[in-house]
């Protein structure tokens, strides 16, 4: 009949239409909460981005510091229409006050002047929006963080480390800027840790004669 010979041609052309196109990649692929573990080789490597109370007198937001064993998750959510630009809040599931507070920086006062010159603090704070762009590595599953927000001379730099710095009550590794070169960080799951390379013992024998 008609009808069925219709069927059968609209059939075919489903069958011979061409796949939809792919959807095009996240311009922000690190959404959701991550880890920050320092992926550079210096001695601080595998230690994890993390924060402290209270741990200068300069202010009283909480720092962002390095430990060993000290696990902290950080909510990484996409700047609309910027590419690769996030910005970073806490997570920590154990401190759910701090859940509005995002990552990022305070300067070094003296005497209430702003001091350009001295690495400046990283911190949580509500009350302003930090805006990270996040660079990975070629050939590597590491990436560079750099800030966006801010003023000279401090926009645009890196996120480092700092283990000399002034007015801390503990001795601590402090998350700063532009400091120690652009160093790189894993940015893993919440489940994840970097693996640790593999040891290896190695006899070396002199010959004689």
């Not at 692929?29 to 490597?45: S, T």
């Not at 305070?106 to 911190?123: H, I, M, S």
């Not at 590595?137 to 003023?151: F, I, T």
Request: hydrophobic share 30%; proline share 11%; net charge negative.
């Amino acid at each position: 009949p008609p009808e069925l010979a219709n069927v059968k041609e609209e059939i075919e052309e489903i069958r011979n239409e061409p796949p939809p196109p792919p959807p095009p990649p996240s311009i922000h692929p690190l959404e959701g909460e991550r880890r920050l573990f320092l992926a550079d080789g210096c001695r601080y490597r595998f230690q994890e981005l993390t924060f402290a109370r209270n741990f200068s007198g300069q202010h009283n937001y909480p720092g962002a510091v390095l430990r060993e064993s000290d696990p902290c998750l950080w909510n990484f959510v996409g700047v609309p229409e910027k590419e690769d630009v996030y910005r970073i809040f806490c997570a920590d599931p154990n401190f759910s006050d701090l859940h509005q507070a995002n990552l990022t920086y305070t300067r070094v006062l003296d005497d209430e002047v702003p001091q350009d010159d001295q690495a400046p603090y990283l911190t949580l704070r509500e009350d302003d929006y930090c805006e990270w762009q996040i660079r990975k590595l070629s050939n590597k599953d590491q990436y560079e963080l750099y800030c966006l927000s801010g003023s000279a001379p401090f926009e645009g730099e890196s996120l480092g480390w700092i283990d000399e710095q002034e007015d801390l009550k503990d001795e601590l590794i402090t998350a700063t800027l532009g400091e120690n070169g652009n160093p790189s960080w894993w940015i893993l799951p919440e489940n994840q840790t970097p693996t640790l390379p593999r040891r290896a013992s190695h006899l070396i024998v002199m010959n004689r004669g």
